[in-house]
């Protein structure tokens, strides 16, 4: 998949970045990179403390409400931090592997694009995002997974590609999206709710920090960010509202 570098389109000189030059930008992308090493951390920590993974994703994972022999467990119990710690918790190697990849392959274009703190906002805003749908549609249910926030990251750089002129199907971002929307529905045990989440609000993240500015030059550079980050603490707010609303959900 390419796009076309901001400076050169302005120039008249559209250069198109493509697989060949995907792996050399310019700037290294630290967030996407630091990002891949928590995940990674995280997993493999399942693996050394007490219980094993399965028991860290039981403490992290997703779930609106679960009465529990122990006490209930959830968010509607308390337990607000599972919103954004089960978007860094895997269920398997493939699992993680793949996510991991999806996140290199999308960070490599859109964080030198955005900035790195733009780019951090977009990936956290698509996860609470994600978070958000799964409480809405399959609240009882345990996810885990950075694939809201992963979805999110396809959901931003179609914003810019469309911002720059480019077709989304003149890359290969427009099948990435198409294969990984039929995998979502296709295979059971696969979080609907988190995919979907996270792809609409990584789209509205790409709006508000790409196109927006584009269209209102006298907005304050700072205003986009704020706003998307705003727009993050009303979605922690319905998270904990839906999980409220775990014996009658609202989607199902």
Request: aromatic share 10%; proline share 4%.
């Amino acid at each position: 998949m390419g796009f076309h570098c901001p400076e050169d389109a302005k120039a008249g000189k559209q250069k198109v970045i493509t697989a060949q030059t995907l792996f050399r930008a310019a700037r290294r992308p630290i967030v996407t990179l630091t990002l891949i090493a928590v995940n990674l951390a995280v997993f493999a920590l399942g693996y050394v403390v007490e219980g094993g993974k399965s028991q860290l994703q039981a403490d992290g994972g997703l779930i609106g409400y679960f009465p529990a022999a122990g006490g209930a467990i959830g968010v509607d119990a308390g337990e607000t931090y599972r919103i954004v710690t089960s978007g860094f918790l895997h269920a398997s190697l493939i699992h993680v592997g793949f996510n991991m990849y999806l996140l290199y392959l999308l960070g490599q274009q859109l964080e030198p694009a955005l900035g790195r703190t733009r780019f951090a906002v977009t990936y956290f805003f698509s996860l609470l995002c994600g978070s958000l749908a799964v409480l809405l549609l399959e609240p009882t249910t345990l996810t885990v997974g950075a694939s809201g926030a992963v979805f999110g990251l396809m959901g931003a750089l179609a914003v810019l590609h469309h911002s720059q002129g480019v077709r989304l199907f003149d890359t290969g971002l427009g099948g990435l999206i198409l294969i990984n929307l039929l995998f979502t529905f296709a295979i059971p045990g696969i979080s609907v709710g988190g995919h979907i989440g996270g792809l609409i609000g990584g789209a509205l993240a790409g709006w508000l920090l790409i196109e927006l500015p584009s269209r209102s030059r006298a907005l304050p550079s700072f205003i986009p960010t704020a706003a998307v980050v705003a727009l993050g603490v009303a979605v922690v707010g319905a998270s904990i509202w839906a999980a409220s609303q775990w014996m009658d959900p609202v989607f199902s």
